[in-house]
């Protein structure tokens, strides 16, 4: 079955710091990707999408590149800061079907500190 | 624009109970998602719901059902409540359902 694999955590950082999270799939068919954004007592924001290979998604100074060949995702931020401590969800969703459903990995605490 | 609205934000219920939530979707939107989130099992699909019908369920006992009304508002109903069942509950819209999904804040569920 599908699925979406996200590296453990947390990731703790020093502001201004690089971050990366790793996020890798399992689907059949052409899934689109997205992170979600979660941040304490709160639903989840979608954070930025991609829904074809090679599309990079953007947003809040956040990027991510879908890359089919090696069936990945990664989250990507030059310099990071305390507003940015979160809990980061990478998910799928299957294009094509008529019911959508997001499959999400585990989740990725991000902590920074100035 | 409003976002999506989840109600009640907290709940208190006793083993055994029933329990609805209710999900007011973002304006336009058809399409009402449902998840459960634990620190266990992380987000869990419950089910999919657009144009008032059911048309994608997760893998979760028939103790949890839902319902979309004319006006794409939706309800989670979930009867004989076990301790397990205490979680965070998503709802999420969506246009169609394809391009992203909108969540509320959630309505935590404690079980006691």
């Known amino acids: 079955g599908n699925s979406v694999t996200q590296m453990e955590g947390p990731v703790t950082l020093s502001e201004e710091a690089f971050l990366t999270i790793n996020c890798t799939y399992t689907?059949?068919?052409?899934?689109?990707l997205f992170w979600y954004v979660q941040y304490p007592g709160e639903g989840l924001q979608l954070l930025l999408k991609a829904t074809k290979a090679d599309d990079k998604g953007s947003n809040k100074g956040f990027e991510a590149t879908y890359r089919k060949e090696t069936t990945s995702f990664h989250l990507e931020k030059g310099s990071v800061q305390v507003s940015d401590s979160a809990v980061y969800f990478c998910?799928?969703?299957?294009?094509?079907?008529?019911?959508?459903?997001?499959?999400f990995g585990k989740g990725t605490t991000l902590s920074v500190s100035s | 624009k409003a976002g999506v609205t989840q109600t009640p934000r907290y709940l208190i219920k006793t083993r055994g109970q029933q329990v609805t939530l209710s999900c007011s979707p973002i304006s336009g939107h058809r399409s009402v998602s449902w998840y459960q989130q634990t620190p266990g099992q992380g987000l869990q699909f419950l089910f999919e719901?657009?144009?008032?019908?059911?048309?994608n369920k997760g893998n979760f006992p028939g103790r949890f059902s839902g319902r979309q009304f004319s006006n794409s508002r939706s309800e989670m109903n979930v009867s004989t409540l076990e301790l397990g069942d205490s979680a965070l509950y998503l709802c999420a819209s969506s246009v169609q359902g394809r391009d992203g999904y909108t969540f509320g804040s959630g309505t935590r569920l404690t079980v006691v």
């Open positions: 689907a059949t068919g052409y899934p689109s």
């Open positions: 719901y657009f144009s008032e019908t059911q048309r």
């Open positions: 998910a799928l969703s299957e294009r094509g079907q008529a019911g959508t459903a997001l499959i």
